[in-house]
């Protein structure tokens, strides 16, 4: 009778450990199918957002990782409660012969038990992680929506500023054509007014003598002999203002190098203007005695 007592209770004990893997697989298995369709929907709506994508998945990847090793637990625990099954078999098959082995499967029952509540206490901390993840990603999901709604509302009012910014590059090209018109047309005009309407006055014997130059260097008789054209005599032309008019006037006035041009004192230039129109106007308009140091030097 106290055999078939502890035979019973053996049974119980088993049936209740299978029992409860049982329950544990397919309670497994539910969470493995509902953290799938969470995955996939999931999937779906991280499919606008990478960024947050790579993130996300690196997190299902872990709970994976984490719900595998609890599987791997599950089965190392089923492997060993059929091992249990075995001894406990085996010691009800030899109890007479084998009590230190019974003993010792009572105690290795103790260890499958505190294993199984171990494994209880890691399922309860998973389901936290779980629902912890899954807050996680509802609070992403919530924020993406507000991103969206956002993104939708500045799209909304890009729109028109894009078409006024083309509409204003376009009138902005447009004047700058015309700029570029007027500055053509500006040139010429100054070009012209310079060859024709620079003149010449009728020279004063007493002011300039025929063998002075119109510039501060020495005079024709302390220096040089009657100027006049040389072969070697400056392009005044290359002077910015200076067209073959007025250069053909300053030749007239004795004025043939770029270092006389340099060197026009103020007496030069008042005695230069009497005879030339617009000459001071024209020197300090394009600053022809720094242009013409410039040309002296490379020269």
Do not use: C
Request: glycine share 4%; proline share 3%.
């Amino acid at each position: 009778m106290p055999d078939f007592s502890f035979t019973l209770i053996v049974l119980a004990i088993l049936a209740v450990l299978v029992g409860f893997t049982i329950g544990w697989i397919l309670r497994a298995n539910r969470n493995h199918k509902e953290l799938d369709a969470i995955n996939a929907g999931w999937r779906e709506e991280s499919e606008a957002q990478n960024g947050e994508t790579n993130r996300l998945i690196s997190q299902n990847a872990e709970l994976r990782a984490e719900i595998n090793a609890s599987k791997a637990e599950q089965e190392e625990a089923i492997s060993r409660a059929s091992e249990l099954a075995s001894v406990l078999q085996e010691a009800y098959q030899s109890r007479d012969e084998a009590r230190p082995k019974l003993k010792q499967a009572a105690r290795n029952l103790q260890a499958a038990e505190k294993n199984r509540l171990q494994l209880v206490a890691e399922v309860a901390d998973t389901k936290r992680k779980f629902h912890a993840v899954a807050d996680a990603l509802k609070k992403k999901d919530e924020t993406i929506a507000a991103l969206e709604k956002r993104l939708l509302g500045w799209q909304s009012r890009v729109q028109p500023l894009v078409a006024s910014f083309r509409q204003k590059n376009s009138q902005v090209g447009l004047l700058e054509n015309e700029l570029l018109k007027l500055r053509e047309v500006l040139n010429t005009f100054e070009h012209n007014n310079l060859d024709d309407q620079s003149g010449i006055e009728p020279i004063d014997s007493d002011a300039l003598t025929a063998g002075r130059e119109a510039s501060n260097e020495p005079s024709a008789n302390e220096q040089h002999s009657e100027p006049g054209p040389l072969s070697s005599q400056d392009e005044l032309t290359r002077i910015k203002g200076i067209g073959p008019a007025v250069n053909s006037k300053l030749n007239d006035l004795g004025i043939f190098y770029f270092h006389q041009v340099a060197s026009l004192s103020e007496d030069d230039i008042d005695r230069i203007s009497s005879h030339l129109k617009g000459f001071r106007n024209l020197l300090q308009r394009y600053d022809w005695i720094k242009q013409a140091r410039t040309l002296r030097d490379l020269d």
